[in-house]
């Protein structure tokens, strides 16, 4: 080694790089915490606070005065924490300091911690090192960025659920379960004459995979209710031009959101808003009005409009009262291409009676009659919503469930494989094509809870976390 290269300094892996960030949020107040984690930051700090403390324990908050490292002039007196070892957030050194709120302060503080050697951190940059260093799986860490957002008690449940490591645990089961029957398929092509091989019936392997099956498509078919959980219900507002849909998403919300005119065809896309209802977190879609049209524009909302009922968790059909026998039966055309779920909403009751209720008999389960104008009925449907909610936080509160989109993907994609091998097995496959599609479920479930290599899904996961966290 020759001098130069004695004094270049040891570069840090960027995993393990001095990172720091304001972690206590936009929210106006006395204090601000500055976060900080990674290799020899604890020394980094050192250099700039000045205590009696001669030694410094793990957890133990004190007071100290920080250093500008320029000027020796005090910035401010804070408070101080250090986390040693790896029972810490991001499992390596890390810790917290509480300063005074004033951006001047912050700012100068900051400034100072990156003549350090720290870097700013980017959004989920901690929690993506306690995922790294085995702190966190990759559903708990979900759980984390979906903690720091909820907004209602819905979010909260489903939040607290992922965060716990509860979808982790049962998925871990399963998992076990697929590699005890791929480590016997491996002993058997192995060693096809050894009695630890010839003692395990076929019929027991078969029957462990089917509950193994059972136990992932009950899992996948809560995607839904969960969903609802964690994103809110998504209600499509659907029906015909100048029904009151837009007048209906604003009375819910209760501003003005949507343009209200007399004009048939005002909305022509769709407008999106998030609402509360007691408590519950409703996504509210007004769709522009189906109807016969020739206006290419129009075309263009109309089938958009079908698309979101198709995906919506229900929809709203909102049929004026007044609706001529014509219009109904062009717009019950419509009613296949809408989400499973409905509720016909009889709007302007104010006006005069046609024969829309007879039309409607078995149409739907559901059939409410409001007057926005009048403020009547208004009380009934929410109360229907907000029923909804709550039979899908039921069907998930004490159950596995899964609430990303990611989730719904590697379950059923793990589904897909198993279904493979009971046909294989079925057709008397050899023993290597049926361990082949064990082998991919497995690396379904492990891509789950984040036993991956794949930067790419771990770019996509921490993307949405806030800096700080």
Known sequence: MNRHDQHQPTRIPSDSEPIVAVASGSVDGAITIIRFSGSSSHQRVQNLIRSKRTQVQSHQMFWTQIIDPGTEEMMDDPMVVFFCGEKNYTGEESGELYIHASPYIVRRVLDSLITQGFRMAEAGEFTRRAYLNGRLDLTAAEGVASLIQAETEQQWIAAKYLASGKLKGYVTELRTHILKSMAWLEARIDFPDEKETSRVEWSEVDSILRQVQESLEKLSSTFRSGQIASKGLQVAIFGPPNAGKSTLMNHLLGHERAIVTNIAGTTRDYLE????????????????????????????????????????????????????????????????????KKIIVITKTDLPVSQIHQELEGACDTILQISCHQNVGINDLKQAL??????????VQDNFFITHYRHKQAVDTAIRNLETYAVNRANGAYEEMLAFELQQVAQSLNGLIGEVDNENVLDVVFSSFCVGK
């Open 273 to 340: 808003e998030s609402c509360l209802l007691e408590g519950r977190m409703i996504k509210l879609i007004d769709t522009a009005g189906v109807h016969e049209s020739t206006d290419l524009v129009e075309q263009q909302g109309i089938e958009r409009s079908l698309e979101i009922s198709r995906n919506a968790d229900i929809t709203l059909i909102l049929l004026p009262q007044n609706i001529s026998s014509q219009s109904l039966k062009e717009q019950k055309s419509y009613w296949q291409h809408t989400s499973s």
């Open 386 to 395: 907000i029923k909804m909610v709550d039979q899908s936080l039921t069907a």
